[in-house]
């Protein structure tokens, strides 16, 4: 019955948001005709949501970590400026040439740039207090690390974004055996504790973690 609820408000809250490009939906469709993982990319209500804080935090310069097929990366594109600048990282060239072809498609890919290999060292190049805002939803184990190089690329008052961070609801069992539930329980635990950002938890989707840091006074 539970479960049944959990769909029947998100078929609710999807039917009352706004559509997105059609574009996507064929993205969607070649994303799971090719790895049968369409399910990895953000839904429509989490979309909408990033498109607008994006929008509500005048962002012009967005990163991102985790491109996969460049669903989120077109979302999020479409809600910057002429002038604004998404930085994307994927560790796949599976999936990187999958997000390249559809950014060519769109008429806003031309504000998206796509760094393969791995997300650390695309970070690590980043300059400090530089980015305006930051969407994390790649591999789990890493969150905590990727975590560290968004508060130190952000400048104060940035936005730091993250997806699944109930993964699955597992991370509620009291006994926790499954190795990516662990990491973002322990990502979790780690954000709450720390004191240079404002935080808020939501239940959409998968568990969403809405993340600001600080001003310096």
């Known amino acids: 019955m539970e479960a049944d609820m959990a769909e029947i408000i998100e078929s609710y809250a999807d039917a009352h948001t706004d559509d997105l490009l059609p574009l996507l939906e064929d993205l969607l469709a070649e994303t799971e005709s090719i790895t049968g993982r369409s399910r990895w990319s953000i839904g429509k209500v989490e979309g909408k949501m990033l498109q607008m804080l994006i929008k509500i935090s005048n962002a012009k310069s967005v990163v991102e970590v985790g491109t996969f097929t460049g669903f989120s990366a077109l979302v999020m594109a479409e809600a910057l ?7 994307t990282c994927e560790n796949s060239k ?4 999958i997000a390249q072809r559809y950014f060519k498609k769109s008429p806003y890919g031309k504000k998206i740039v796509l760094k393969l290999g ?10 400090d207090s530089s980015a305006d805002f930051i969407f994390i939803d790649a591999d789990k184990p890493s969150y905590g690390r990727y975590f560290d190089e968004a508060l ?3 400048h104060p008052g940035g936005i730091i974004f993250v997806d699944n961070v109930f993964w699955r ?3 509620f069992k009291k006994k926790i055996s499954n190795e990516n539930a662990r990491a973002i329980a322990a990502f979790n ?6 004191n240079r950002v404002e935080k808020v938890m939501l239940s959409i ?7 600001r840091k600080k001003q310096i006074n």
């Open 81 to 87: 400026p002429p002038d604004g600048i998404l930085t």
């Open 94 to 97: 599976q999936y990187a040439d």
């Open 118 to 127: 791995p997300a650390l060292e695309t970070l690590g190049a980043i300059a």
């Open 152 to 154: 130190r690329i952000l």
């Open 169 to 171: 609801n597992k991370i």
């Open 189 to 194: 635990d780690k954000v709450n504790r720390e």
């Open 205 to 211: 989707r998968d568990g969403v973690y809405l993340i």
